[in-house]
């Protein structure tokens, strides 16, 4: 019996190779190319009455931008209040989301409990699931307190069966958990391979665009955090969600990387409970240290996360170092950690060559913009002095290279947010300085670094 010929897909691109290889020739990645039994051929490799190559998306004919008929998408709230500022407001009709994340980290409850409360509201929905059982899925939603919950469920990994019950049915919002095990008889590759995975979300997108149906799906993550598939998985949906936050605390995050209905890097804050997980209503408390004083090396930082103003306390640590000090960073990035350094011994006179400098931004919460930056250098001034910032003082601008400090988006905000929240001095960019004062708080604006430092050592 002659042996059954096998390719290699690489998990990143989707391309193919006929032997392993440790770079993938398509994409350039390294170790992504898995080993998986070849798709049938183009006349098998149909789905649905649909061509291997349809559009995901009906066809229309050419015509200028001016002559399109568009309307504002209309949504519909999904009855918890954080998952509706991810989205961008709601769920879209015939929208489809990924929602990926470490296991047990909350993606089905968040879903289940999601769905129940779009069924109160009147919307069919159906839930399908291929990890667990129906009685698995009843039993979790006993535990949530969803008493005589009335959405619909189904124990199905068979992509033709999913989309017959979903033609049947007619729900308003589809589930996926996950899109993962979904696999297709058309298809000869397993469950789960690059085929697999990326053919079942393009015919399951391709249904909620002709039907206006909005299709949630269940990602799986890697063990290096990126969703597990080809990145084609990514382009095809409208929205991409990521379930953050460690397991052993009660807080999870929920982060908007890609959305074509909303803003980008939107996050939800929800609190995991014996009842599932509750939206917070105020994040920046998860974020503060409750110290009974002010202690040296914390500085708060007012930092943006989408549309939404968050108060972050930075932590420094300044300790007298060996013959190679260390640099460590967590929550922030380490190269700028080290460019910080530089410029705070060339502009501000304050030397840290010969010392450890550990910095965290409290709470787990990892901070990309640069508008972190004087709160990061204020903070270590404050460990190597040994001496607090004021109580009540919030920092944020950007640093040049030059010991300039720029200004940072949306500085109003930031300082309203701060205000509300019981903040009284601020040092900020000079940019950012309001036109009318803010009522209780101190702003002090500064154009450059010896500025703040001078202007900190006025507050002691």
Known sequence: MAKEKTIF??????????????????????????????????????????GQYAG????????????????????????????????????VEGGVVLIGGDPGIGKSTLLLQAMDALQRAGLPTLYVTGEESGAQVALRSRRLGLDASQVNVLAEIQLEKILATVEATQPAVCV?????????????????????????????????????????????????????????????????????????????LVRAIKNRFGAVNEIGVFAMTEKGLKGVANPSAIFLSQHSEPVPGSCVLVTLEGTRPMLVEIQALVDGGGPSPRRLSVGLERDRLAMLLAVLHRHAGVACADQDVFVNAVGGVRISEPAADLAVMLAITSSLRGKALPKGFIAFGEVGLAGEVRPAPRGQERLKEAAKLGFTVAVVPKANAPKRPIAGLEIHAVERVDEAMTAVRGLD
């Open 9 to 50: 897909s690489c998990t990143e691109c989707g391309g193919t190779s006929p032997r392993w290889l440790g770079k993938c020739p398509s994409c350039g990645a390294w170790n992504t190319l898995i080993e998986s039994v070849p798709d049938a051929g183009p006349g098998k490799n149909r789905l649905s009455g649909a």
């Open 56 to 91: 995901l998306a009906q066809a229309q004919a050419v015509m200028p931008l001016a002559a399109i008929e568009a309307t504002e998408v209309a949504r519909t709230a999904s009855g918890i209040e954080e998952l509706d500022r991810v989205l961008g407001g709601g769920v």
């Open 176 to 252: 996926i958990d996950s899109i993962q095990t979904v696999y297709s008889d058309q298809l000869t590759s397993a469950p789960g391979s690059v085929a697999q995975v990326r053919e079942c979300a393009a015919h399951l997108t391709r249904m909620a665009k002709a039907t206006g149906i909005a299709v949630i799906l269940v990602g799986h993550v890697t063990k290096e955090g990126a969703l597990a598939g080809p990145r084609v998985l990514e382009h095809m949906v409208d929205t991409v969600l990521y379930f953050e936050g460690d397991t052993h605390s009660s807080f999870r």
